[in-house]
């Protein structure tokens, strides 16, 4: 069975950072793109950051462009994101996601077909 376990969400305030994990189990990941999407309350999930099968392409929403790094150490089987300089605005429960294919990154969540059970982050002003 497939598991994909995030965790490292908190309360921080504007400005801080946190690191959040994604560790996977069942199968490995390393020939596979994999991403983060976030959900806030209210509002449909939206895409934050993927990363293809070997770390060397990333691609990040615009909102986030800066501020956080995707990343991934594929003899753990685990994806990261590092999130600084927080605004209330990321406030979220954080998914990871992984995919089935071998190739590419993807900003969409239909291309992924593995999720996480989500983490909350909350940023407070």
């Known amino acids: 069975q497939v598991q994909l376990v995030e965790s490292g969400g908190g309360l921080v305030q504007a400005g801080g950072s946190l690191r959040l994990s994604c560790a996977a189990s069942?199968?490995?990941?390393?020939?596979?793109?994999m991403a983060w999407f976030r959900q806030a309350p209210g509002k449909e999930r939206e895409f934050v950051a993927t990363?293809?099968?070997?770390?060397?392409?990333?691609d990040y929403a615009d909102s986030v462009k800066g501020r956080f790094t995707i990343s991934r150490d594929n003899a753990k089987n685990t994806v990261y994101l590092q999130m600084h300089s927080l605004k209330p605005e990321d406030t979220a429960v954080y998914y990871c996601?992984?995919?089935?294919?071998?190739?590419?990154?993807?900003?969409?969540?239909?291309?992924?077909?593995?999720w996480g059970q989500g983490t909350q982050v909350t940023v407070s002003s």
């Open positions: 990363i293809s099968w070997s770390g060397g392409s990333t």
């Open positions: 996601a992984a995919s089935r294919r071998t190739y590419g990154l993807g900003s969409a969540a239909y291309q992924y077909n593995y």
């Open positions: 069942g199968r490995t990941f390393n020939s596979n793109p």
